[in-house]
């Protein structure tokens, strides 16, 4: 079993849909990172939680440390948003703290 | 924002040959920088990590000979594929700890990647 899980694996949406994307974690945990990942490959960083919920325009990203999970929320979704959306946990506290990733959501939005 | 930037893009190299990826933290010092490799569909692999002025720490199975990495300056780490062969052939990616006050971390910056193909 991973140590961080995804799901679902591919999402399929209408434009203006909202999403979600779930992330469950089995480890004691710092922080909680949700990444974007373009199809050329590129990636970057949307939210790094430790608890609650934050926001970021259309997305929304919330925290349950008790439960360990974490949802990713996208509202009004739109064809520029399709992407592979990855969940990634960090243990440490220091510069050095690698992370353990998911194995990604693959998001396609429709027009 | 922290910025990371990788070169190349995108590389074709005979089998063989050596390539060697660099990735360049622009407007912070990049202490750390994780090398990742990725297979199409598939999720991140930390393949090592290396730190500025001391040897890198390989994930067992990585072949510390076949990818050699430095981390000569803090603000430059290589990645270098030698005699590469088809099976290298990977999407390869850094990233970088933001680091704050005594060391605490506050978020990675990713470069943009490097697509290997080896014919």
């Known amino acids: 079993k991973n140590e961080v899980e995804q799901s679902p694996q591919n999402l399929t949406a209408q434009e203006g849909e909202f999403i979600t994307i779930n992330c469950s974690y089995s480890v004691g945990i710092s922080a909680l990172h949700w990444l974007q990942q373009h199809p050329g490959g590129g990636i970057v960083s949307l939210f790094m939680l430790s608890s609650g919920k934050k926001k970021h325009g259309r997305l929304i990203a919330t925290i349950n440390i008790q439960e360990k999970h974490s949802s990713l929320h996208i509202t009004a979704s739109h064809p520029r948003d399709s992407a592979v959306y990855i969940c990634a946990v960090r243990s440490g506290e220091t510069s050095g703290s690698r992370l353990t990733f998911g194995e990604g959501t693959q998001l396609t939005v429709n027009p | 924002g922290a910025v990371v930037s990788q070169h190349p893009s995108r590389v074709i190299c005979k089998s063989g040959t050596s390539v060697k990826i660099e990735c360049r933290s622009l407007?912070?010092?990049?202490?750390?920088m994780f090398w990742y490799r990725q297979f199409p569909k598939q999720s991140l692999m930390l393949m090592a990590t290396?730190?500025?002025?001391?040897?890198?720490?390989?994930e067992q199975g990585v072949e510390k000979d076949k990818f050699l990495i430095n981390h000569a300056s803090l603000t430059l780490s290589t990645l270098t594929v030698t005699s590469a062969h088809p099976e290298d052939s990977s999407f390869y990616i850094c990233s970088a700890p933001q680091r704050g006050v005594g060391g605490y971390n506050y978020g990675y910056t990713f470069g943009s990647g490097t697509r290997l193909t080896v014919v």
């Open positions: 407007d912070f010092q990049a202490t750390t």
């Open positions: 290396s730190n500025e002025g001391s040897k890198a720490t390989y």
